[in-house]
């Protein structure tokens, strides 16, 4: 099973960027989601979606800037952000699990309950 996270690149503050994470199989999860890393912090939740029914959850610190989308095959999930600020610069990883029961908001953002992890790819926003 291979994530591989794209799209990653350096823009100003106010800009948009369009992450995508490309899953090798189709069937081993039933929710994907966005972490990053920003210099000398600690890995933090973006944002997670489910298979199912699509659920999806945020973090307040990108609540109505980010998107998070995906396919009708499940085999790529898009991360939308708009209106970026100087402190949204992070390495951002994509992350799926199969979560037993499916996917609620506190597995979401709980980094350690996610089997899988792209290699990441980074974010610079400039002021």
């Known amino acids: 099973v291979q994530l591989q996270a794209s799209g990653g690149g350096l823009v100003q503050a106010g800009g948009s960027l369009r992450l995508s994470c490309a899953a090798s199989?189709?069937?081993?999860?039933?929710?994907m989601g966005w972490f990053r890393q920003g210099p000398g912090k600690e890995r933090e939740f973006v944002a997670a979606?489910?298979?199912?029914?699509?659920?999806?959850y945020y973090a307040d610190s990108v609540k109505g800037r980010f998107t998070i989308s995906r396919d009708s095959g499940w085999d790529t999930v898009f991360l939308q952000m708009n209106s970026l600020k100087p402190e949204d610069t992070a390495v951002y990883y994509c992350?799926?699990?199969?979560?037993?029961?499916?996917?609620?908001?506190?597995?979401?953002?709980?980094?350690?309950?996610?089997?899988?992890w792209g290699q990441g790819t980074q974010v610079t926003v400039s002021s």
């Open positions: 992350a799926a699990n199969w979560f037993i029961g499916g996917i609620t908001s506190a597995k979401a953002s709980d980094a350690s309950s996610y089997e899988y």
């Open positions: 199989e189709l069937t081993f999860s039933n929710a």
């Open positions: 979606i489910g298979r199912n029914i699509g659920s999806t």
